[in-house]
């Protein structure tokens, strides 16, 4: 390199520096948006609308430090526990850790370890304290073919108790390329191992195995592991169902099922329940018989959804139990309680949901359904459950912990629950829409969409406490609520003719965010609480292209379990308040315009060591999508983030591999030339993302549609127009990009809960 072009580079650095320390003295000596804070006291948004519920959550091990749990099991014969953990999401590797059954537990010691595979479960043989045989379930994820499988390792029977070097043996293996299923058990009554099998697939069963009897996928398998058959390591007990059929496959024992997660028996009647991942609206709980077809894809739980395929030997039967999208996304099943502190539940089948982190109990004479309930509704991504010996029931929280569950105390007197809008002490004028004092405004950079409303947004913090902002995850204090008032045009284009329909409050009590919804009354003057279950209200709305003069459009308003949906953990719950949607000028009124961190630091309102600091130019930066004057890929890469990763990121629950998240490298993000993990019918050969070929992109045309198969799955009746354009145009501006036109198609991998 020439001394010229040397010191070119270093005058332009140089240059480059001076500028940036100029930008930030100018923006450390303009005035700041607010100059300070005012306490905010008048909140009532206090306790819940509803009785407490019946049971709570409290930290079995506070000093256990535990990466991704998924489940736990005692050893049998000693005060031991066996967790299995995931390292890398739902994306493979796996370690099994052993630990005393301890509060106070702290150490903890690997068993078992897996390099690329994902280990769903573990189980111990029935004679485990003499042979020391212990079963895992797991998936390979080793390309072009996955296959599910079931090990046995040897735990050696003297001090220190580690498994036997090269004690491993494969006991049976299928091919599982989506729905993993993962449960195994042995049964209490009659010692063989059962084992639930997922469709293998990734969308509406794409193998047809669900009502296939020839093949093992969608089904619960039965196979004795004492006994052996020439050339392989277990054999086909005598009154398996299908053995003797033509083309079955002899191990089945139930089929007809799309993703069963989790299984559990009932050790003192035999009762074998599993719970299963829905698809497209429903989550299922089963009680699994002798040779039953649980009737999946025929049916979603107990509702039609694909009449026309074809439909096994055996007659359909219903779930136990099914949960609305409303309130379960991913349903974990979990355990038959066996202990007596909580006798109500001993017997009962205990499960919950990865999303919404809700918890049921369910009983079943043998002929309905005698006991339903929901215990308690939690802020965890609920993976799995466990019976404690002592007698606890435990759930698992994926982020980390182990809890269990016990009885709530449930007559203390409840705060009454403000009603209406106008008595929850967030406004100091409803009919204006006046904020109380302390209430401060703010708006993100990318907004979401939300079917055309104009939203208003706003902040409480209680007195003076601050936002902790140490790390990327912020921490409000308990009593700070958000709030976010909706708008809609009647007629369209005309501000004057804006109406406030709805008002929502997210409020943090107990280290837990719930949502609650206001419908504002036709004359403007109050909104009333919504039920928890939510509702939906159709508002006419003027349409000069309707020959009727008018459209009816409808208003959805959430259920409780529904916001907290999106308002996910792995969304940090608050969505709209974060680094990287305030990162962005606001206006304060009376000409103060300011970059929101900025005043909010300014205030005391965020707290770190640090303060404010303002973002570095190579930051990721969030763009108002609908801004033209804004880069195309910023755009673009805004709307994803707001719109959709609050499920498509690590860990979000999204059942595919995307990851929106704005950080993300456009290989990371897994879209571009990608094939779908889940088949969209209108284009079988399309691709996520197909550079170039808006129309064979499925990303596009799922936000570019409302019904079956829409993006994003709730909170929206209409379609966004303006962001299908974007879509359209960034999508067609990659066939340019060598980077894309140079990408190969890749298959996706699965998901949560071994692909939802």
Known sequence: MSRAIVLGLCFAMISVLNSATAADKAESTKPFGMEKRIPFTTSRVIGSPEPPSPYKTEKAFPNLKLLQPIGIEPEPGTGNLWITQHLGSWSGGAKILRVKNETNVSETESVIEFGTEMAYSVTFHPDYQKNGYVYVFLNDKKNPIIHDRIWRYTIDRNPPYKMIPNSKLEIIVWPSNGHDGGGIHFGPKDGYLYATAGDGSSDSDTYGSGQDIGDIPGSVIRIDVDHTDPGRAYSVPKDNPFLGFPGARPELWAYGLRNPWKMDFDESTGQLWVGANGQDLWETVHLINRGDNQGWPIYEGSHPFHLDRPRGPTPLIKPAADHHHSEARSLTGGVVYTGKKMPELTGAFIYGDYSTGRVWAIKHDGTKVSFHKELVDTPFAI??????????????????????????????????????????????????????????????????????????????????????????????????????????????????????????????????????????????????????????????????????????????????????????????????????????????????????????????????????????????HLVDPNDKSQPLEARARSYFYTNCASCHVDAGGGNSLMNMDISATRDAMKMVGVKPLHLFPDRPNGQLIAPGDPENSVVYLRVNRRGAGQMPPLGSNVVDQKSVELLKEWITSLKNEKQASNHSVKESKPAVNGGE
Request: a negative charge; charged letters at 25%.
């Open 383 to 620: 993976t799995g459950f466990g019976n404690d010996p002592g007698g606890d029931l435990w759930v698992i929280d994926h982020a980390g912990s182990i809890y269990r569950i016990v009885p709530n105390d449930r007559t203390q007197i409840a705060q009454s629950f403000p009603k209406k809008l106008s008595e929850t002490g967030v406004f100091a004028d409803i009919k204006t829409h006046q904020l109380a004092a302390g209430v401060i405004p703010y708006a993100p950079a990318a907004p979401f969409w939300s079917d055309g409303a104009i939203k208003v947004r706003a902040i409480g913090v209680p007195g003076m406490e601050p936002i902790d902002t140490k790390s990327d995850r912020w921490e409000a204090p308990d009593g700070t609520l958000t709030v976010k008032s909706f708008q809609l045009e009647m007629q369209p284009g005309d501000s004057a003719s804006r109406k406030y329909i709805e008002t929502r409050i997210m409020v943090r009590q107990e280290k837990e965010w719930t949502g609650f919804s206001y419908i504002w009354n036709d004359e403007q003057t109050d909104a009333t609480l919504v039920e928890k279950n939510g509702l939906d209200k159709p508002y006419r709305i003027a349409d000069k292209t309707d020959p009727r003069g008018y459209k009816d459009q409808v208003w959805h308003y959430p259920s409780r379990s529904e916001c907290m949906v999106c308002h996910s953990r792995a969304a940090n719950f608050v969505l709209g308040f974060s680094k990287l949607q305030l990162d962005s000028v606001f206006d304060y009124g009376d000409g103060k315009k300011d970059n929101q961190l900025r005043s909010l630091y300014h205030i005391g309102l965020l707290k770190n060591e640090k303060g404010y600091e303002p973002s570095k130019p190579e930051s990721p």
